[in-house]
């Protein structure tokens, strides 16, 4: 397989990305590089983008062109599966909850994943209870601990966001991608998800595309702007939000600080 001589400290780099759709541009040789360790958010206004972007990285789509490098390795032509067993999981990849299962169940049927492969709801929860540990030290990453015994289908919105989060670092992850974490939840989840992500980033690599720019601002090591499917500034959030061109993007209105 390719390997790519960059940085030993990107994590992920992409080079001259694009994507067509029956002739029409989404995404425009973009260029990107992922440190490792760091928070990134990809953002940009509506239609800029984003969702295409995020989609080619995680190889729900295939580009038109450009190379997509993971670890030096070119994953480009890989399946999810295959990129997800080296170690870049999207939040969605593994499962939605079991709204009938517990808190704790969801996790156990997540690790089985990395026990085999393959889901034995069948088996007694005797057989399972070697995954009981390490699904409570899954919890407790993310603050979910408590609720262990609830039915996943009683949590608040913001909770099973976090339940989906653990079930996704089941599977160990080095690189975690979340598409707009917080989309949807009030201030109180808002700021309980934030929390959750910064504990998630101590020990993983973050891409996030997200449109709160306040959890932007907040949480983000380095910020890629996207508009029009090219990437059009990339900085820290003080750089980005200084630049008149990202407050034109965003309808003249100036990001917040």
């Given at each position: 397989m390719t390997q790519n001589a960059s940085d030993p400290n990107t994590l992920v780099e992409v080079r001259g990305l694009s994507k067509q759709f029956a002739g029409f541009s989404a995404v425009k040789g973009v260029d990107l590089s992922i440190q490792r360790g760091h928070i990134h958010a990809l953002i940009g206004p509506n239609g800029a983008g984003k969702t295409t972007c995020f989609n080619l990285l995680t190889k729900v789509l295939e580009p038109t062109s450009g190379r997509i490098y993971f670890k030096g390795r070119d994953i480009t032509q890989m399946s999810p599966a295959s990129v997800a067993r080296l170690g870049m999981v999207r939040s969605f990849q593994i499962s939605a909850i079991f709204p009938t299962l517990t808190v704790l169940d969801n996790i156990r049927v997540a690790l089985q994943r990395t026990h085999g492969g393959t889901f034995h709801f069948w088996r007694s929860d005797k057989a399972l209870a070697s995954l009981t540990e390490p699904a409570m030290?899954?919890?407790?990453?993310?603050?979910?601990?408590?609720?262990?015994?609830?039915?996943?289908?009683?949590?608040?919105?913001?909770?099973?966001?976090?339940?989906?989060?653990?079930?996704?670092?089941?599977?160990?992850?080095?690189?975690?991608?979340?598409?707009?974490?917080?989309?949807?939840?009030?201030?109180?989840?808002?700021?309980?998800?934030?929390?959750?992500?910064?504990?998630?980033?101590?020990?993983?690599?973050?891409?996030?595309?997200?449109?709160?720019?306040?959890?932007?601002?907040?949480?983000?090591?380095?910020?890629?702007?996207?508009?029009?499917?090219?990437?059009?500034?990339?900085?820290?959030?003080?750089?980005?939000?200084?630049?008149?061109?990202?407050?034109?993007?965003?309808?003249?209105?100036?990001?917040?600080?």
């Open positions: 030290a899954l919890l407790t990453d993310v603050g979910l601990q408590e609720a262990a015994d609830t039915v996943a289908g009683e949590l608040s919105y913001g909770r099973k966001r976090a339940l989906e989060i653990a079930t996704t670092l089941a599977l160990d992850p080095e690189m975690l991608l979340l598409d707009e974490p917080t989309s949807g939840m009030g201030l109180e989840d808002v700021s309980a998800t934030a929390q959750l992500i910064r504990r998630v980033s101590r020990t993983r690599t973050i891409l996030m595309v997200e449109h709160n720019l306040g959890v932007v601002a907040d949480l983000a090591d380095r910020i890629t702007v996207l508009v029009g499917g090219e990437v059009l500034v990339e900085g820290s959030y003080e750089k980005v939000s200084q630049d008149e061109r990202v407050m034109a993007a965003y309808i003249g209105c100036k990001v917040p600080s």
